[in-house]
């Protein structure tokens, strides 16, 4: 079991960045696939990012696709989230997660953080 703790959300006019950040404790964290989920206020939590142990494979929506990246150090055991080009869309509250398996199926993903809220105005 591993323990993530977000942080980095916060309001960002549309067309601006943020950088997401997720630490990882209690787990070796670069056996775990990453993952980036949001939810937006009255729908349902959706994948956004995955990435491997490794840092050698990623995977994103198609809906932040070209704008989103996602990137980890492992000797620091933390998972970024980098989002250029906000829309008010992207609003949501944003959660990391780990999992055993190369899949953004939610289900497969064990560990969750408590989430970060980012909000994009236009």
């Known amino acids: 079991q591993v323990q993530l703790v977000e942080s980095g959300g916060g309001l960002v006019q549309a067309g601006g960045s943020l950088r997401l950040s997720c630490a990882a404790s209690?787990?070796?964290?670069?056996?775990?696939?990453m993952g980036w989920f949001r939810q937006p206020p009255g729908k349902e939590r959706e994948f956004v990012a995955r990435i491997t142990g490794s840092g050698g494979s990623t995977s994103y929506a198609d809906s932040v696709k070209g704008r989103f990246t996602i990137s980890r150090d492992n000797a620091k055991n933390t998972v970024y989230l980098l989002m250029n080009s906000l829309r008010p869309g992207d609003t949501a509250v944003y959660y990391c997660?780990?999992?055993?398996?190369?899949?953004?199926?939610?289900?497969?993903?064990?560990?969750w953080g408590q989430g970060t809220q980012v909000t994009v105005s236009s």
């Open positions: 997660a780990a999992g055993r398996v190369w899949v953004a199926t939610m289900s497969a993903y064990t560990d």
């Open positions: 209690g787990g070796t964290f670069s056996s775990y696939v």
